[in-house]
Protein backbone atom coordinates (compact mmCIF):
# COMPACT_ATOMS: atom_id res chain seq x y z
CA UNK A 1 0.00 0.00 0.00
CA UNK A 2 1.11 3.25 -1.02
CA UNK A 3 -0.40 6.82 0.12
CA UNK A 4 0.42 9.72 -2.00
CA UNK A 5 -0.41 13.71 -1.71
CA UNK A 6 -1.70 15.11 -4.83
CA UNK A 7 -2.25 19.07 -5.85
CA UNK A 8 -5.06 20.42 -8.07
CA UNK A 9 -2.38 20.65 -11.13
CA UNK A 10 -2.01 16.85 -10.32
CA UNK A 11 1.55 16.61 -8.79
CA UNK A 12 2.07 14.00 -6.84
CA UNK A 13 4.61 12.68 -4.32
CA UNK A 14 4.47 9.14 -1.87
CA UNK A 15 4.08 10.32 1.76
CA UNK A 16 3.77 6.72 3.34
CA UNK A 17 4.58 3.06 2.11
CA UNK A 18 3.60 -0.45 3.49
CA UNK A 19 4.75 -3.43 1.94
CA UNK A 20 3.12 -5.96 3.12
CA UNK A 21 -0.79 -5.93 4.79
CA UNK A 22 -1.36 -8.60 7.24
CA UNK A 23 -4.36 -10.78 5.89
CA UNK A 24 -7.19 -9.55 8.55
CA UNK A 25 -5.68 -6.51 9.55
CA UNK A 26 -7.74 -3.40 11.21
CA UNK A 27 -5.56 -1.26 11.60
CA UNK A 28 -1.80 0.06 9.98
CA UNK A 29 1.07 1.92 10.31
CA UNK A 30 2.98 2.92 7.31
CA UNK A 31 6.54 4.33 7.01
CA UNK A 32 6.77 7.85 6.09
CA UNK A 33 9.10 9.02 3.39
CA UNK A 34 9.96 12.23 5.21
CA UNK A 35 9.85 14.23 1.96
CA UNK A 36 9.44 17.68 2.56
CA UNK A 37 5.76 18.54 1.94
CA UNK A 38 6.35 22.50 1.75
CA UNK A 39 5.24 22.60 -1.95
CA UNK A 40 2.23 20.51 -1.35
CA UNK A 41 0.94 22.81 2.19
CA UNK A 42 -0.51 25.71 0.57
CA UNK A 43 -3.81 27.61 0.20
CA UNK A 44 -5.84 25.39 -2.05
CA UNK A 45 -6.73 21.84 -1.69
CA UNK A 46 -4.45 18.91 -1.96
CA UNK A 47 -5.61 14.81 -1.91
CA UNK A 48 -4.21 12.34 0.00
CA UNK A 49 -4.81 9.54 -1.90
CA UNK A 50 -4.20 5.14 -1.23
CA UNK A 51 -2.76 2.97 -3.94
CA UNK A 52 -2.72 -0.71 -3.03
CA UNK A 53 -1.22 -2.85 -5.59
CA UNK A 54 -1.59 -6.89 -5.35
CA UNK A 55 0.92 -9.73 -5.37
CA UNK A 56 -1.14 -11.99 -7.36
CA UNK A 57 -3.44 -10.43 -9.44
CA UNK A 58 -6.83 -11.77 -10.12
CA UNK A 59 -6.35 -14.20 -7.52
CA UNK A 60 -7.11 -12.44 -4.71
CA UNK A 61 -9.93 -9.78 -3.76
CA UNK A 62 -9.49 -7.34 -1.51
CA UNK A 63 -11.51 -5.25 0.50
CA UNK A 64 -10.35 -2.00 1.72
CA UNK A 65 -12.57 0.48 4.14
CA UNK A 66 -10.77 3.43 4.95
CA UNK A 67 -11.65 5.63 8.46
CA UNK A 68 -9.10 8.20 8.25
CA UNK A 69 -7.31 9.80 11.96
CA UNK A 70 -4.56 12.17 10.99
CA UNK A 71 -2.00 14.02 13.19
CA UNK A 72 -0.53 17.04 11.69
CA UNK A 73 1.99 19.23 13.74
CA UNK A 74 3.84 22.33 12.34
CA UNK A 75 6.90 23.69 12.94
CA UNK A 76 7.83 27.65 12.61
CA UNK A 77 10.99 28.62 10.79
Known sequence: ???YITTEQGERMVLATLPDVPL???????TPTNASLMSYLRPGQYYL??????RQPG???A???????????????
Open 59 to 61: QMI
Open 63 to 77: RVRLQLRYRVQGRKR
Open 1 to 3: MTW
Open 49 to 54: TPQVEM
Open 24 to 30: GATSLTL
